[in-house]
């Protein structure tokens, strides 16, 4: 079993940056990869990006690209991201997953292992 805590959301004016932090629980983090994903009122949650089991290799969605960095740090059991440039569309809460198998994981019908609480990062104009 793996829990997922999110930390680090909050309000920011646009161009402004935030870093959320997702701690995992358990002694096989490195066992899984890791991601993020955001939900906006009224709106399906959707894929931002995605990172391997040792940080080497990342899936970013478009609308991201360029803006928002994820790493992790398997010593500390704990998945970043980075967001640069906030735009007021970013404005969503902000989940993080851990599932056993990585890639793109924008199919809706895809079922990932396990999900945090959500952050809230609200970003205006």
């Known amino acids: 079993q793996v829990q997922l805590v999110e930390s680090g959301g909050g309000s920011v004016q646009a161009g402004g940056s935030l870093r959320l932090s997702c701690a995992a629980s358990?002694?096989?983090?490195?066992?899984?990869?890791m991601g993020w994903f955001r939900q906006a009122p009224g709106k399906e949650r959707e894929f931002v990006v995605s990172?391997?089991?040792?940080?080497?290799?990342?899936y970013y969605a478009d609308s991201v690209k360029g803006r928002f960095t994820i790493s992790r740090d398997n010593a500390k059991n704990t998945v970043y991201l980075q967001m640069n440039s906030l735009k007021p569309e970013d404005t969503a809460v902000y989940y993080c997953?851990?599932?056993?198998?990585?890639?793109?994981?924008?199919?809706?019908?895809?079922?990932?292992?396990?999900w945090g609480q959500g952050t809230q990062v609200t970003v205006s104009s």
């Open positions: 997953a851990a599932h056993r198998v990585f890639g793109r994981w924008n199919d809706q019908k895809l079922r990932l292992d396990y």
């Open positions: 358990g002694r096989t983090f490195g066992s899984y990869a």
């Open positions: 990172i391997n089991y040792t940080g080497g290799r990342t």
